[in-house]
């Protein structure tokens, strides 16, 4: 099993450039299926382990996909088949949404049920609500979601009862296909919903007012593949920003978007980090002292909380009492069990954590329970004394790609290593022969 080691002690420096955003590749390669004429070519794809899940979910419904060097081509001008099955959903749960692609342009889709997972119940009644709503019939059993309907879906008003980013998602690109117009509202306004409309637009849909409360779309016969490049990811950038900032580092983070990441810029100025935009995106400077501050997740604009537990790190190190709220999942609480490995002073109290910092973290042998709580742990691991070892990696290469690399080029000391070779260097094996022979 792979590890990272991160010995802590060092103030990063220098330039990190963002990959494209993983919450903004998976639903637009969903969407891929949608095309029944032409080539989609997407540029700053993310070398991820979820990218090829989902390349893996299309080739198996027949698709062409071709993953190289940050472009994914797809072609899903073949006749395709519309079921997903249990294995691929299992590893990401972003597979249900190829469901409003498949049912909006076969009439059918079928795909297993995505299941619970770490950070909370993730139920899916708003995507199924969304799809009934446009004429679907939905059929829960035996593991799987089937949702099918007599001729094209019609354009319906739907009301989300929750803002979710999926659900906006699956539902718009269902509606982009139904006959006639759609409202959604309370809708998701998440920019990765901004950049899948873009996607859906350059293919021939009609949809406006992606990113605000209501979408309209009014549905076309049919589209075409598009070219399309993917948005910088904004959690990518925001995890770099905490590690400068709790380094007491000055680093460049290329290509974070002012504009996506307000609420946290603002919550770290609030802490005492200075954050200036530059041309090219933000650069972060840590202080001596970190202010302790109160935080709570919300759907954007709010506080996103695949920031929550790297924001957790960062409030070890403040001095005083902070507390972070989670309204988003009801279990994504996971990681706090691991930093009080590391030696922290934190407190569960129903939703909220309460934080006494500053925290003098020591290094320990921690284990990722989500993919930010991977990347905060090695944030935390940045500070603490000592070595941090991080199990579990599956988590963090589902969402970052090169981390432990981008680090190392910034000053840390982080490496992966393989955990056989490393007890085979802690206690070497004796060599039979020579130990017989002495
Ligand atoms: C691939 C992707 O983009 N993942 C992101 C997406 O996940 P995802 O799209 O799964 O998250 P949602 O926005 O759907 O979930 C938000 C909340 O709504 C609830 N809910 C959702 C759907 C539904 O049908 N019923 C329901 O009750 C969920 O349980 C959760 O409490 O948004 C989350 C919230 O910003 C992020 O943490 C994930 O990184
Ligand atoms: C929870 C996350 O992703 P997913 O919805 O793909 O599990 C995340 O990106 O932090």
């Known amino acids: 099993m792979e590890k990272i080691i991160v010995r802590g002690g060092s103030k990063l420096t220098g330039t990190v450039k963002v990959e494209g955003a993983k919450n903004a590749v998976l639903p637009v390669i969903a969407a891929g299926l949608i095309a029944s004429e032409g080539k989609s070519i997407l540029k700053d794809v993310p070398a991820l382990a979820d990218v090829h ?28 088949t519309t079921e997903a099955p249990f294995e691929y959903v299992r590893k990401m749960r972003a597979s249900v949404l190829v469901l409003g692609p498949l049912l909006a342009r076969y009439g059918h889709a079928k795909v297993a049920l995505p299941g ?85 637009n350059k293919m021939g849909a009609k949809v406006i007012g992606a990113g605000t409360e209501t979408i309209r779309i009014t549905g076309v016969e049919k589209l075409v593949g598009a ?40 919550k770290m100025e609030e802490m005492g980090v200075i954050i200036e935009e530059e041309d090219e ?69 129903g939703r909220s954590v309460i934080v006494e910092g500053p925290s003098s973290l020591q290094g320990a042998e921690v284990s990722a329970t989500d993919l930010r709580a991977a990347a905060a742990l090695i944030v935390a691991g940045l500070v603490a004394d000592g070595h941090t070892r991080v199990t579990e990696l599956k988590h963090l290469d589902r969402g970052y790609v090169d981390f432990e690399s981008k680090l190392v080029a910034l000053g840390a000391d982080v490496e992966r290593i393989d955990d056989e070779v490393e007890e085979e260097e802690d206690h070497p094996q004796t060599d039979v022969k020579s130990s017989l022979s002495s």
Do not use: W
């Open 53 to 80: 899940t989902i390349s893996e979910v299309l080739r198996y419904m027949n698709a062409e996909v071709n993953v190289e060097n940050n472009t994914v081509t797809i072609d899903a001008s073949k006749e395709l």
């Open 116 to 200: 619970g997972c770490a950070i909370g119940s993730r139920p899916i009644d708003q995507h199924l609500k969304g799809f009934e709503a446009m004429g679907a019939k939905v059929n829960v059993g035996n593991g799987f979601i089937e949702a099918y309907t007599e001729g094209r879906l019609k354009g319906a008003r739907i009301y989300f009862d929750v803002p979710s980013v999926g659900a906006t998602e699956n539902v718009m690109m269902a509606a982009a296909l139904a006959e006639g117009k759609t409202v959604l509202e309370n809708c998701a306004k998440e920019p990765e919903i901004v950049d899948l409309a873009n996607y859906l």
């Open 227 to 266: 070219e399309h490049n993917i948005i910088p990811d904004r959690i990518e950038a925001g995890t770099f920003m905490v590690a400068a900032a709790i380094t007491k580092g000055n680093v460049l983070v290329k290509g974070a978007e002012q504009e996506h990441l307000r609420s946290l810029v603002a």
């Open 281 to 349: 995106g933000l650069r972060v400077i840590g202080p001596e002292k970190l202010k302790a501050v109160d935080l709570k997740t919300m759907p954007h604009p709010g506080f996103p909380t695949d920031m929550q537990s790297q924001m957790m790190a960062l409030m070890l190190q403040a001095e005083g009492t902070s507390v972070i709220t989670e309204t988003v999942f009801e279990n994504r609480f996971m990681h706090v069990e691991e930093f009080r490995r590391m030696n922290a002073n934190l407190k569960i109290e």
